[in-house]
């Protein structure tokens, strides 16, 4: 059975601070990594990761796979009051039936002004 | 253009009454996913259409659910008898190819 597993459960800093969100896997036939932030509405896409090593970058994050630890991480710089939200992990496996993403149950982070 | 949708946004039932929960995709997006999302969890998988077809359906909790996607395009699930632990936030999600596009969610409250 496909497993996610993120931490920490909760963060809670100031603005201006670095966060890293850890998120480490175990799925058969891994195919690709997400992260989502959901703030009170639909999960949105942040990044997808397939190979290892290879920093994603999109402004204040960054993300970052290691396939054969099997994990990624999450790093927020210069943290804003608008990054408070969930942050979720997903893999998706190379499946025939479909390519179900298993998430794990999320880091939430609050940032204080 | 027009992400998922889905209605009703919030849906509050007593306990042992049947609701309906609809899910617009995409257009053109082959797969379809319904997750539950208790408070405070990750989202969990509960079933799984390629067009009209359900191919998966290993996550649904209990035969009291049941999904539908009779023309390939928008899809109901329904809960029948509702109880207290169906309460959760019911997320669809489409997908053509390698992303998933999230739908805002129904929150159903189960009184």
């Known amino acids: 059975e496909d497993k996610v597993v993120q931490s920490p459960l909760s963060l809670v800093v100031h603005e201006g601070d670095t966060v890293t969100l850890n998120c480490s896997y175990e799925?058969?036939?891994?195919?690709?990594l997400l992260w989502y932030k959901q703030e009170k509405k639909a999960p949105t896409f942040l990044f997808m990761l397939?190979?290892?090593?290879i920093e994603k970058k999109s402004g204040r994050l960054s993300s970052i796979l290691d396939k054969k630890e099997l994990f990624s991480i999450l790093n927020i710089t210069a943290t804003q009051t608008g990054d408070s939200a969930v942050y979720l992990c997903?893999?998706?496996?190379?499946?025939?039936?479909?390519?179900?993403?298993?998430f794990g149950g999320g880091t939430r982070l609050m940032v204080k002004p | 253009g027009a992400g998922v949708s889905q209605s009703p946004r919030y849906k509050v039932a007593k306990r042992g009454q049947d609701v309906a929960l609809r899910c617009d995709p995409i257009?053109?997006?082959?797969?379809l996913f319904w997750y539950q999302q208790a408070l405070g969890q990750g989202p969990e998988f509960l079933t799984y259409?390629?067009?009209?077809?359900?191919?998966?359906k290993s996550g649904l909790p209990s035969d009291r659910f049941f999904a539908e996607r009779p023309e390939g395009s928008v899809s109901t699930l329904k809960i029948q008898r509702t109880q207290q632990e169906d309460s959760a936030v019911y997320l669809c999600?489409?997908?053509?190819?390698?992303?998933?596009?999230f739908g805002p969610g129904t929150r159903l409250t189960v009184t």
């Open positions: 999600a489409s997908s053509l190819g390698s992303l998933w596009d």
């Open positions: 799925v058969t036939n891994f195919r690709s």
């Open positions: 397939t190979s290892s090593g």
């Open positions: 997903a893999v998706a496996p190379y499946n025939n039936a479909g390519n179900m993403l298993t």
């Open positions: 257009s053109g997006h082959v797969s």
């Open positions: 259409f390629q067009n009209e077809a359900q191919l998966d």
